[in-house]
C-alpha cells in the first residue's frame, strides 16, 4: 500500500492505494484504485478516464480525493498505449479507435466485478465516457463529462477562434512552424505555452501532474500523435473529424457537464451535451480553463460529489475485487 498525496503536497486523509494490471486483448491495462477509509453505504465505485488521447493519468490524479470526500471508491487507469499500460509504438494508426478504448474500459470494469458504477471523463475522457454512455451499458449509474467537446470541427472552430486572439507574433510563430512543419522549433513549442497558459491550465507554475503527464507523452506520443496532433489546438489526428452530437440522445444516465470560463472547451463546444442529453446539467467555473480540477481541485470535487450522491445506487459491489 501506498498513500494518496495532494498535488500541492498535503496527504488526502490516510487513503490505501493499490495497483494492478489487467490482461486487455495481447497487452496490460494499469490500474490504481483508491480506497476509502470510511466507506458510506451505497456510494458506488468512480471511474476516472484521462484525456489526451495518450495522457495518462496522473493529471487526473487528484480526483482520488473523492474517496475520502465522498466515501467511494476511485479508479484510474491509464490507457493502453500510454503511461504504465502496455505502448504500441508500432500499431498502425487504424487500430487507434474509441471503440477500442470503450472495450478496454468493460475489460477493466469486468475484471474489477463493478457492476453499477460512475464515469467521470476529462476532455478525451469525457468523449470517451460519452462514448461508453451512448451504448447505454447496464450498471451506469451516472455520467461527468468535463471540459469536453461533442465534436472535433467544433473544437477546431473553437481553437481557431481562440487562436486569434493570441498576440500577433505569437500567432505568427504559430503559422510559420506549421506552414515549415518544424513543430519542435522551440519558438513554436513557446508560441504553444503561450496558448496552454491561457486555455488549458492557469496555474502558474503547471502543476507537477500536469507536467508528469505531459512529459511521458512527449516521450512515447504514439497515441496523442496519432489520434489527435502535435497539440491542443493543431488537431490532424485520426479523430478529426468525430462527433457524438447524433448519438446524444440515445444516453439515459444522469449527466453533469463541466467546464471552465476559459476553458480551450468554449460553450459552442460542450453545449449538444446540456441540449441533447435527457435532463443533463451544467457547470461553468468562473476563472477556470481545461484543467478546472487542477485550477479549483476543492470546488470542483465538491460539485462532482455532490451530483454522484444524488445518483448512487444501493449495492453490494460498491468495493471492487482485487
Request: hydrophobic residues 45%; glycine residues 6%; contains cysteine.
Amino acid at each position: 500500500m501506498v498513500y494518496q498525496l495532494d498535488l500541492f503536497g498535503a496527504i488526502l486523509g490516510a487513503m490505501p492505494v493499490s495497483t494492478r494490471t489487467v490482461a486487455f486483448r495481447d497487452h496490460q491495462t494499469w490500474v490504481r484504485i483508491t480506497t476509502p477509509t470510511r466507506p458510506q453505504p451505497g456510494a458506488l465505485p468512480l471511474f476516472v478516464l484521462h484525456g489526451g488521447p495518450g495522457m495518462a493519468h496522473n493529471y487526473v490524479a487528484n480526483i482520488a480525493a473523492l474517496a475520502e470526500e465522498s466515501g467511494r471508491t476511485v479508479i484510474h487507469y491509464d490507457q493502453i498505449g500510454c503511461g504504465n499500460s502496455t505502448h504500441l509504438p508500432d500499431a498502425p494508426a487504424e487500430f487507434w479507435t474509441p471503440q477500442l478504448f470503450v472495450d478496454e474500459f468493460h475489460t477493466v470494469r469486468e475484471a474489477l466485478g463493478i457492476t453499477k458504477y460512475h464515469v467521470l471523463g476529462q476532455s478525451w475522457g469525457g468523449m470517451l465516457g460519452a462514448e461508453i454512455a451512448v451504448r447505454r451499458p447496464e450498471g451506469l449509474a451516472a455520467l461527468a463529462i468535463c471540459n469536453s467537446p461533442a465534436s472535433m470541427a467544433l473544437w477546431r472552430s473553437a481553437a481557431a477562434e481562440l487562436r486569434a486572439e493570441l498576440p500577433a507574433a505569437t500567432r505568427a510563430a504559430l503559422d510559420r512552424h506549421e506552414a515549415a512543419g518544424t513543430l519542435t522549433d522551440p519558438e513554436y513549442l513557446s508560441a504553444t505555452a503561450e496558448f496552454y497558459r491561457r486555455h488549458v491550465c492557469r496555474t502558474d507554475p503547471m502543476p507537477q501532474d500536469f507536467v508528469d503527464s505531459e512529459a511521458q507523452m512527449e516521450a512515447e506520443p504514439t497515441v496523442y500523435h496519432t489520434m489527435n496532433g502535435p497539440n491542443e489546438f493543431h488537431v490532424v489526428g485520426t479523430l478529426r473529424n468525430w462527433s457524438i452530437i447524433d448519438r446524444l440522445p440515445d444516453v439515459n444516465a444522469p449527466t453533469l457537464v463541466i467546464a471552465g470560463e476559459f476553458d480551450e472547451a468554449t460553450p459552442a463546444t460542450w453545449q449538444p451535451y446540456a441540449d441533447l442529453i435527457p435532463d443533463a446539467v451544467a457547470q461553468v467555473f468562473a476563472g477556470a480553463s481545461h484543467c478546472t480540477h487542477l485550477e479549483q481541485p476543492a470546488e470542483f470535487r465538491a460539485v462532482v460529489a455532490a451530483f454522484l450522491h444524488d445518483h448512487d445506487l444501493a449495492g453490494a459491489d460498491a468495493v471492487p475485487s482485487r
